[in-house]
């Protein structure tokens, strides 16, 4: 059966064509001496803490699970005002929230919203790959420009500058990034920001790892610039519910009634199970939970980036965030002998049983020396991969 030509346009996401060879290597070797160690999947061992799994199964007992409004529960959307304000210093107003289906679903309704045909939106090479996906699906185009280690693996107002032409309508960003971790140096973002408002286009910021910060310099919203520069979040990443699927956008007046009105028609609302189970995230209790697991994920970093950097596989730019190590493998690929990340990661799949992700999935400007690992596993299993991988590259 035929199927459209934007398909064609669609590239496979690597992370999971890696994640099934992964697992399929995973259940041969599962009751060996080696178990497999995924260290390439971006998803939380933590899952969601209790007061949030006693919400949901109240709202289940309670017969809360009819639809919500497309924006989201309005004791949800509170709750996330209030969370700017304590954590950010940021007032946010509820009306400017839409809940969503997940990040993805935030992104994808951004880019409906606000993009035509055939207009373009700058973004760093690496970058999340599914963040190109969702311009093209718009009608948009993706142009992915390189960034170095020098500048933080993030654009700079000057090379937007450089690159935008009559057909830019914005910037697509993250910060902290995947697959790198760093985040965009506030100064640097105020004038990325005023150079596009200036232009008349638009910042979209990805900010679902913003709570797993770890440096004070870093830690601030872009919400704290402008109201007109429009962020993403998600429950997945600091609040450890990945398959709940639920996030959130903050956007002007104006663009959060299309995105609503998008929403209405693509999915109705988010899920209401985990909408009422969400609102229980910002209970004392659980963020006491959640800063206790951060300040874990901040451990697994400082511990595991070091070591590393002791096998070869240099990580050039300390990550201020989220549970990513990018780390250049080209000294790796020399003594095993393997042309580029790509052959490294089967290499390594297959000799230490340790999975991580190759920089193909990130972008095209020298992503073929990099591979990416996630700190999200426990760091039991982290010192366990650094022993194998110490004595495969050695």
Known sequence: MRVSSLIERIEPFYVMEVAKAA???????AH????????NIGEPDF???????????????????????ATGLDQLRERISQWYRQRFNVDVPARRIVVTAGASAALQLACLALIEQGEQILMPDPSYPCNCHFVTVAGGEPVRIPSTAAERFQLTAEKIEAHWDPKTRGVLLASPSNPTG?????GELRRIHEFVKSKGGITLLDEIYLGLSYDDTFGHSALAIDDQVISINSFSKYFNMTGWRLGWIVAPDDVALAIEKLAQNLYICPSTIAQHAAVACFAPDSIAEYERRRAEFKARRDWFIPQLNAMGLKVPVMPDGAFYAWADCTEACRRLGVKD???LTFELMKRAHVAVTPGRDFGVAETGHFIRFSTASSMEHLQEAVARLRQVLA
């Not at 899952?47 to 409004?69: F, I, K």
Request: no cysteine; aromatic share 6%; proline share 9%.
């Open 23 to 29: 697992s399929k290597l995973a259940r041969e070797v």
């Open 32 to 39: 060996t001496s080696k178990p497999m160690i995924f260290l």
């Open 47 to 69: 899952t969601a803490p209790p007061l949030v799994q006693e919400a949901a199964a109240r709202a289940v007992s309670q017969g809360l699970t009819q639809y919500t409004h």
């Open 182 to 186: 760093t985040s965009i140096h506030p």
């Open 341 to 343: 990340s790509w052959d």
